[in-house]
Every structure is written in structure tokens, then in C-alpha cells.
């Protein structure tokens, strides 16, 4: 079972940047996907973007193209989330996901989660 940890969250000014890591311990084949999800209180966990563990394809939503870039480091089983900027509206907990197949936008799809790292964006 592949498991992730998130880091890089914090508070940050709009306009400024953050940026997010996923580590993962165990293997990552290359048909697997890794998402971004984020969630504000009261609210179901969304989608932000994912990309292709093998091919490197990457997913966003409308929200956050252009804004949002999402990387892979292979070698050190590591994905990230460059976010530039960044909006009040971005504030909330980040989690990474994977995914036994190609990148989807409902959570419900993907196999293990991180536990979340807190975005706030300030105006």
C-alpha cells in the first residue's frame, strides 16, 4: 500500500506563491496517478488537477489553470503543486491521492490518501 505525506502548506499573501509536496513510500507504477484534492469546511473534498505517474499527463480544473502546476520527480517519489497567485478563495487543507489507474476527478476513485496540509491565503 502506497502511502503519501503532504507538506509545504502555510500562510501566504494573495497574490504570492506556495508550494506543495507529496511524498509516497512504496512503489509507483507507471500506470498510476497522483491527484491534488483540496476541502474548506463544510464542503466534499474537490478536485484540483492530477498528473500521470508514467507519462507525466496533467489534469486541472478550470479554477486553478494557469495558476496551479502540477510536477513529478520520479526518482524521489515525489509530486508537487506549484501555486502561484493565490487567491483567499484557495484557502483549505490540500491532500494528495493515488490512483491504480489514469487520473479522475472524484475522489471516491482513488486508493490512499495523505493526511492534508492547510493552505491560507490572506487578502
Known amino acids: 500500500q502506497v502511502q503519501l505525506v503532504e507538506s509545504g502548506g502555510g500562510l501566504v499573501q494573495a497574490g504570492g506563491s506556495l508550494r506543495l509536496s507529496c511524498a509516497a513510500s512504496g512503489r509507483l507504477l507507471n500506470w498510476y496517478s497522483l491527484g491534488w484534492f483540496r476541502q474548506v469546511p463544510g464542503k466534499e473534498r474537490a478536485f484540483v488537477g492530477g498528473?500521470?505517474?508514467?507519462?507525466?499527463?496533467?489534469y486541472y480544473v478550470d479554477a486553478v489553470k494557469g495558476r496551479f502546476t502540477i510536477s513529478r520527480d520520479n526518482a524521489k517519489n515525489t509530486m508537487y503543486l506549484q501555486m502561484n497567485s493565490l487567491k483567499p478563495e484557495d484557502t483549505a487543507v490540500y491532500y494528495c491521492?493515488?490512483?491504480?489507474?489514469?487520473?479522475?476527478?472524484?475522489?471516491?476513485?482513488?486508493?490512499?490518501w495523505g493526511k492534508g496540509t492547510q493552505v491560507t491565503v490572506s487578502s
Open positions: 491521492a493515488v490512483r491504480r489507474d489514469t487520473a479522475a476527478s472524484s475522489p471516491s476513485l482513488y486508493d490512499s
Open positions: 498528473i500521470g505517474w508514467g507519462d507525466g499527463s496533467r
